[in-house]
């Protein structure tokens, strides 16, 4: 019983010191900055400070933000960051940009679900050209935040940060999969997960043999293309089904694999009197040779 008083008292005291964080960046609507830009919406609002009317910014050291807002009674925050950016925001339309961030994203996730996306410009940008070109770093896929820029048709760049709210469908480890193991519906399942940040593009589907295990992949990971390579279709030293296809006439006999093989790989294998033929792999055990 004292045990848990105690905890209940250790968790009340965490609350009542629970502090809100403030961010480096701040984005405004006017020259007039407010608490409700920090917080919210507070219960009573006030205002901080003006942005000079020549100027689309103001930088504030985070030591002084923090007292000036102790000097209204209000000591609950705290900030990770040294200085404190307000930016007023660009009164541009950025629908366009947005539209490329989210063709730039289905291109490679099919199963992408797209809930916002979020961008501002580096700076204040009083308007945008009626052309201009977006362009996103090659692998900005494998994050959902990052830096982009639009080129207009005098090659100036203009630079914005960009999030995405998003989710994709994952394949994740069911348990321990061993290097060259196959995957399957036995050590995989598809998972519907928020977009991160991966080392590689995350695998969204599986097909019947289709992949196997490049190494070790631990228990519920997520598995990326840097984690498989395509399914030895075909292993050294076993019996194979040979289709030998000379114009219409097809004979089938069985061979040796002399290599192992994924599909549409070229690989030697030997018949029953020693013959060595190159053949192409089509499926599980199953190897074409094409005469002309």
């Known amino acids: 019983m004292l045990n848990k008083i105690l905890f209940l008292l250790w968790l009340t005291l965490g609350l009542l010191e629970a502090k809100t964080l403030i961010p480096e960046l701040i984005y405004v609507e006017s020259d007039s900055i407010y608490l409700s830009h920090i917080q919210g919406d507070p219960k009573k609002d006030i205002h901080l400070y003006t942005i000079e009317p020549s100027r689309y910014s103001l930088r504030i050291k985070a030591e002084d933000l923090l007292e000036d807002l102790k000097k209204h009674g209000l000591k609950d925050f705290e900030t990770n960051s040294r200085y404190i ?76 940060d960009f999030t995405l709210i998003a989710t994709i469908d994952t394949l994740l480890s069911k348990k321990r999969i061993d290097r060259n193991e196959e995957l399957s519906a036995f050590n995989t399942k598809i998972q519907k997960r928020p977009l991160d940040r991966y080392r590689a ?47 219409a006439m097809s004979i089938i006999f069985a061979a040796e694999a002399l290599q192992n093989g994924k599909r549409n790989d070229i690989i030697s294998i030997q018949n029953s009197k020693g013959k060595i033929f190159r053949a192409r792999v089509v499926d599980k055990n199953r190897v074409e040779i094409q005469e002309r």
């Open 85 to 160: 950016n307000f930016v007023k925001k660009s009164p541009i339309d950025t629908d366009p940009i947005k539209k490329a961030i989210e063709e730039f994203y289905k291109k490679h996730y099919k199963s992408i679900e797209i809930q916002e996306i979020r961008i501002h410009p580096r700076g204040f940008v009083e308007g945008l050209p009626s052309e201009y070109k977006v362009e996103l770093h090659p692998r900005s896929y494998l994050t959902n935040n990052g830096v982009l820029h639009v080129e207009t048709l005098d090659r100036k760049k203009i630079f914005f």
């Open 201 to 247: 593009l995350p695998i969204e589907s599986l097909r019947q043999h289709s992949l196997q295990a490049k190494q070790v992949i631990p228990e519920n990971e997520v598995i990326t293309t840097r984690d498989v390579e395509g399914l030895d279709l075909i292993v050294r030293g076993t019996k194979l089904n040979v289709t030998l296809q000379n114009g």
